[in-house]
């Protein structure tokens, strides 16, 4: 697919083609402009003809908009696969989540996303698709964008689909593309201690954010299989490879959930373990998932426990929900069509 295509790889694809060479800004400013192939205007349909099998297609298929104004897309890709997607609108701009795979594998006991296991990887182009059909609906153009950050925290874990996000991470911050540098990046990964070294050794820089949910692996195990797979004290060491290679400090995601991991004994052990280190805690009251018997903790009872751990010297926030009433929010999102009617 195209939108797979750095801006050098299509100008060699169109001379492939036997196509003059300003050619291949004109199909790298309709792909970067989330345009359809019918969209394109200054390109014949002798053209067209050449390039329709390579050129990306989808639909958007349900588009949702939240109370808040969050807004969920449901995007259908060449195969039939759905994925979706979330604009998240703040004070600094605009922020879209988007989905690294069709479905997930990970299996964790709090989270929409993996119910159906792991369909597919998610080509680089199929990611940036996300990124710039969001930026067209919000007016941006490839030379003016208006998405200010991208986080990857959307169906799939990223690091298990690491060639393809890896590229992706080079289109989104390219200089010829729309730009966006990789400090306003977040990538997600719920602990795969050899990715996150590589990621590293890679020369990325963007936020590093783990879903870490436990303050030990007794109680990980009961809600992340992954747990099984490596201790929290790996994954902390390879934060610490992460924080030495990028300067960058690590954010850690917790969700909070009633009777499991959400005592003042798992705040002081969570403030033990992470104590010294460059990071921040981000708590998450859990958002309901309708097939699992999980229960968040009220927001009331999760600014308590911030609390707790900034008196530990812990730097910690308590997450603002946003979208849960269109199923948009974090951990509700999957690769098939829901939320809304």
């Known amino acids: 697919m195209l939108l797979d295509y750095s801006l050098n790889e299509i100008k060699e694809y169109v001379k492939s083609l036997n196509l003059p060479s300003f050619r291949a800004e004109q199909i790298f400013d309709a792909l970067y402009g989330g345009k359809s192939i019918d969209e394109i ?6 053209i067209k003809a050449k390039i329709e099998k390579d050129y990306p297609k989808f639909e958007i298929v349900k588009l949702l908009e939240s109370a808040d104004g969050t807004k969920k897309m449901a995007l259908a890709l060449s195969d039939g696969s759905i994925v979706e997607s979330v604009l998240l609108k703040y004070k600094y701009g605009h922020t879209v989540c988007v989905s690294t795979q069709v479905g997930c594998r990970m299996g964790c006991k709090f989270c929409a996303s993996t119910l159906g296991g792991l369909k597919r990887n998610l080509s680089a182009g199929e990611i940036l698709l996300q990124v710039l059909l969001f ?19 959307g169906c799939g874990e990223p690091l298990d689909n ?8 080079r289109l989104i911050s ?24 590589k990621l590293a050794d890679d020369h ?6 783990i879903s870490l949910h436990a303050p030990n692996d007794e109680i990980r195990k009961k809600i992340m299989p992954i747990a099984n797979a490596y201790k929290i004290s790996e994954i902390l060491s390879a934060c610490d490879y992460y924080f030495e290679k990028t300067g960058r400090r690590v954010v850690f995601e917790y969700a909070l959930i009633k009777n499991v991991n959400s005592s003042l004994e798992n705040m002081e052990e969570l ?6 280190r460059s990071c921040h805690v981000n708590l998450i009251p859990l958002n309901s998932v309708k097939e699992q018997a999980l229960v968040g903790v009220t927001r009331k009872e999760a600014y308590r426990l911030m609390t707790y751990l900034n008196e530990k010297g812990i730097s910690a926030t308590v997450r603002r929900t946003m979208g849960e009433d269109i199923e948009g929010a974090c951990g509700q999102l ?8």
């Open 41 to 46: 205007t200054n390109l014949s349909k002798e």
């Open 204 to 209: 990325f820089s963007v936020t590093l954010t």
């Open 162 to 169: 690491y060639e393809n996000v890896a590229k992706f991470l």
């Open 174 to 197: 390219a200089n010829e593309g729309i730009n966006i540098s990789q400090r306003n990046i977040s990538l997600s990964t719920c602990g795969l201690v050899d990715k996150i070294k």
């Open 334 to 341: 999957r690769n098939k069509l829901g939320g809304g009617k």
């Open 271 to 276: 403030s033990h373990i992470l104590r010294g």
């Open 135 to 153: 930026n067209k609906m919000l007016g941006g153009t490839l030379k003016k964008r208006a998405v200010t950050n991208v986080v990857l925290m």
